[in-house]
């Protein structure tokens, strides 16, 4: 012990046991670092392994005492029902579903993980093979800031998800006045207002012009190329931005600062008729998220217009979905956006869906678009089934984002207190799916009984409309849904 420095002995309170073992007698030790150091970087030889002369001592039991845990709900019932595990309450969590003897989890771990992640960490029986992972947290990407506490932007792309191909999204926050700056890019945007208000503008190939102020729930639309910029109303706003490429970055936009800073003064100044002094003042290295002078209150005095006028409002940039009305049903409510009502957004279909507590978006699948989702309230969970056999479940909380590839099979069942509120986008031409229900409720029922063993009471009961939302029970760990409560 006598090499031990004092710092390396405070360790040895929070180490384990075997980071700082005995030092075997046969080792010579020659301390050549730094003032204080002692050991060596490395052992010695004698220390390989399959030799009879190094004694493993007998370590005490692994196993954590039932009286130093707390099971959830649910927790010993049988793993094929698959109940939502809710262990954000109880004491040191388990991995335990169904056998309470099944092995408990000593450690290392960070708790706070698998709280968030029952599912993960406790499978329901039914999962099976492998499935692409389907979450990712905005709360895990790295946090852009802006110039001077304008704001601060994260995304999330194939780096973060390598499902998602096809769509990729960005979470960004503007401080009162702040800009993102003017700028286009390669692939098209769609976003939902998430809070604040906001002025944005845009000029299209026409020189037909655009600008629109959006509040939380609404929602907007830029095609790939055409120039805009956003700039936050006086109290601020946070945004959501969802792109129809999986390798969208936002730090590879194209800037109206930096066109002008990557190409030859002369240039610049022959091409706007003026002298090189006149960008003497260009600022050094890009805006992105910038401080901006206040927006004035009648958004007509930034309504500019030339020649070829404003874009036509069939082909607006924007659509107050906040002022929409939800389409009500037992258990929840949905506002579709999609190209039949928001034409100038081809290829971008939503839900902004509710679900009660206890209820749940029905089992279902999309027939041509993998779905990108965002949790803006309550937690969910979410199965995907992937042909021919593999599933895997993964819970979600607000500001997470689900990826379901095309044309896996998926739920989102609230497993909260309060309500649940998600965007599911699609990059199609109109926003569908297949219902699970409403496809075995059209489906002859001698069919269906020869496929699954159900009785005609059952079938009688499958609806053959689209009912979207199930409502459920409050008790997640209820088995008979016959007679559901709201
Ligand atoms: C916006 O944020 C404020 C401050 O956190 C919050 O009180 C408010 O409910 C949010 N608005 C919406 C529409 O989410
Ligand atoms: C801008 O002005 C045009 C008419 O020139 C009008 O059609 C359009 O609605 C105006 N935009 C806003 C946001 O008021
Ligand atoms: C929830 O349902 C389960 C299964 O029916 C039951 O055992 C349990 O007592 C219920 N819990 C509550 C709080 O009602
Ligand atoms: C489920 O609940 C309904 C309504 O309470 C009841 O009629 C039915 O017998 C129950 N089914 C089973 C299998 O317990």
Known sequence: MRFY????????????AWAFPALPQASVITPSGPPGSSGSLRGPQSLLGNNPSIAVPTEPSTVIPPEDFELAPGQTEDTDLGVY?????VKNPQPIRGDPTSPTDPGPRTQAYDRLNSDLYIPPGTDAGDAPNAKWPFGLSHNRHGLAGSGWARQQNV??????????????????????????????????????SVRIQAVNEQGQTFVDDMTAGDVWFFPRGV????????????????????????????LVSELLERNPETVVAKNFRTSTQTFNKLPD??????????????????????????IPQQES?????????????????IKIIDPATFPIAKQFSAALVTVEPGAMREMHWHTT????????????????????????????????????PVPNAHYLENTGSEPLVFLEVLLADTYSDISVNQWLGLTPAQIVKDHLNVDDAFVSTLPKTEPFIMPGNRNLSTTNFTETVE
């Open 5 to 16: 420095s004092a710092y390396a002995s405070s360790c040895l309170l929070l180490a384990p």
């Open 85 to 89: 595990i809710d262990l954000s309450k």
């Open 159 to 196: 780096d973060q998800l390598p499902v998602a191909k096809a769509m990729a999204g960005v979470n960004m926050r503007l401080s009162p006045n702040a800009y993102r700056e003017l700028h286009w890019h390669k692939a098209s945007e769609w976003a939902l207002m998430l809070n604040g």
């Open 227 to 254: 120039p805009h910029s956003i700039q936050a109303l006086e109290n601020g706003c946070e945004f959501l931005l969802v792109f129809d490429d999986g390798e969208f970055s936002e730090d590879e936009t194209f």
């Open 285 to 310: 290295g890009q805006l992105w998220i910038f401080p901006g002078t206040p927006p004035p209150k009648n958004i007509q005095e930034q309504n500019v217009t030339g020649p070829a006028g404003t």
């Open 317 to 333: 940039y924007s659509y107050h979905l906040s002022q929409q009305e939800p389409y009500r049903v037992p258990g929840g409510s």
């Open 369 to 404: 678009s993998d779905e990108w989702t965002y949790f803006l309230q309550g937690s969910a969970r979410l199965t995907v089934y992937q042909a021919p056999a593999a599933s895997r479940t993964f819970d979600f909380s607000a500001g997470d984002v689900g990826y379901v």
